[in-house]
């Protein structure tokens, strides 16, 4: 509805998005100079001079400065109702919410009271993990304004970051936090406190001689993001695979033996493990989610945690994450469950969250309550984790994520949909859930325009309305401000990072846009139809473009090319077959297409798949794709031509997530590119277009016509306008 409304009145083209928004909502005052809010502050600073008047430059720039915080104001209102479904209201009560103020801002607890205490009595003050803002109750409302004066647009140091952040408040109506994390542990996992005396401590990490840069005795490695060593097998991280007819000479060291023994007869283990891997993680280090392979090590895991506590993140194939406290000299019991299906890893940053209470000795989730939740730097951590190599396959019972059990597996993969409701699976399955798990790593390598997409935009009259339907992170929202434009995607994650950004951008299905019949004076869908299953579904979607336009409207859509090489040239995703650098980012030339970039990060990590990939991907080592015998589908073989139109494409996850606005991430994942560890792989479904599928395609829709047919750097492009 709103959407709606949005759409028709955008004519008017001073008025921002974001403002109209508030206008229409129930707590917005009408449009007019400067308020769009019922309440604001006058901001604390540089509003004096308006005031009195004094001259009108500081005038002028007090104003200036007014509009900003409003509008920075609202934007943080929408970023609550997006996040949590928090309305923000008019009138003022004793609560406050403080954008900025979050533990993912890199605001302490400890920062934050200092500063609300200032105002009143602070009933409560919760800080949500990760989240860029924080709310605070006062005992009376008359404290909670007299915050908000002070506060809203208020430029404050973080400590610790030695970085100045503004902050914007707002009121709601009472502070809450639903707290969908769970809080018990994965299953099968049990974090043992004071397993050794701190004397036992300092004796284990003295043991662990780092001098020296790469030693073959015990196989010691700098890897991008942390030291290790290992003892009794190499563990190899180009394959993933442990050693095991090369022993390491010496075995384990013999400090670890009575301490194993210990774990033994306790029951905290049953077999003696015969690996070790040190790991040494400096602040800002990790390692990427994963599970160890199941082929290579039985099924007791245990790791221990020295020199420091960390915070190490467990995450289930359905998505819910538990992040578990490991206090320094704790044990780490993995197994079961925890050990085969669940991925673990150590985001690489400098600060955790963790309760705030019982600094550093909170076993257990750290989301458990969040009235007392703050930020600890981390120290230098370094863990000892045994395993015990398997000698014969692993027989667990989580096929999907067992490389011993790839046969059976492989019944799992997916067929070429035969229908209406398999292809609909297909692509829940093989699009949308991928496109949600990977939306931040996917976010973070796509911003790059492509230039003849920028083309269409730039020759758009100024004014046009235009749908960016699969707008994934919004790389195009923002290339024609003279244009109204509003992104959808599928991925609920991308649109948030939309969001993010101040991109106006929902959530729907290409086949089902929620905007009115020819109201858009363009439509752009760059790289999205050929994750449609089925011809009808394909053509279904540019169906769904011509209906958003009116007429006179052009569209204009890229789909991948089956053909990458033509006219004799090869496409640049061929070409860069044998590059020289792995790429994080799209090519600064911004030649380079969406897809090909995906290819980058596949080649990038090709054979570090572990036994957590969905599906397996070893065979096609050499070849480009499956020949589709049955109708299960090939899986590609990146930077390779294609053998089939439909396949699977192959995603290599890079662990961490780098959430925008969060400082403490923003720091420690600057150059975060763990290439040849860990990385878990996920598939893509792509329908590839021969050459004159498309514009085919298009000819068939009798309330098109065809402007524009031509090929670019390995997609099949169009231009269409409506009759
Ligand atoms: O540092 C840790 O505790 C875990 C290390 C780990 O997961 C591994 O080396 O596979
Ligand atoms: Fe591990
Ligand atoms: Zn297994």
Redesign the pocket.
Known sequence: MRKRKRVRSAGCRNVLWSEWWIWVSKDATKPGEGQRVSYTSEPHCQITSMETGKNTEDHLKAHKMKKKILRKQVRAQHTLMRHEGIECISHATQSLVIANAGLGNGMSRHQLHRIVDNYGVVETLLMPPNKPYSFVQYESTEEAKKAFDALNGKEVTLEDFDQNIVLYCNFVEKVFWKNSVPTSLPPDLKVIENIISSEEERKMLESIDWRGDENTQTAQKTLKH?R?KHFGYE?RYDNNDVDKDNPLPGGLPEICIPFLEKCLKQGYIKHKPDQL?V?Q?EPGQG?PP?I?THSAFEDE?I???LGSE?V?DFKHPDGHTVAVM?PRRSL?VMTGESRYLWT???TPRKYDVIQASELGQKVGTITADVRDLTLKRRET?T?F?FRKVRRSSCNCIYPSVCDSQKGQQRQAEPSFPHNEMEASELEQQYVHKVYEEIATHFSSTRHSPWPRVVEFLRSLPEGSIVADVGCGNGKYLGINRDLYMVGCDRSKNLVDICGEKDCQAFVCDALSVPIRSGSCDACISIAVIHHFSTAERRLAAIRELARLLKPGGTALIYVWAMEQEYKNQKSKYLKEKHGSKDKEEESSTGTSQRLLDDQKHDRSSQGSARSDRLLDDSEDKGCAAKPVADSRLPVHTNRTSFHSQDMLVPWHLKGGSKKKGAVVDEASLAGCKESQE?SPVFHRYYHVFREGELEAACRSLDCVRILKNYYDQGNWCVVLEKL
């Open positions: 942390r290790v563990f891997t790991n993680y390692i994963h160890d895991i790791s221990l945690s960390i190490m490991l780490l673990h890893g150590i951590r863990s984790t860990l």
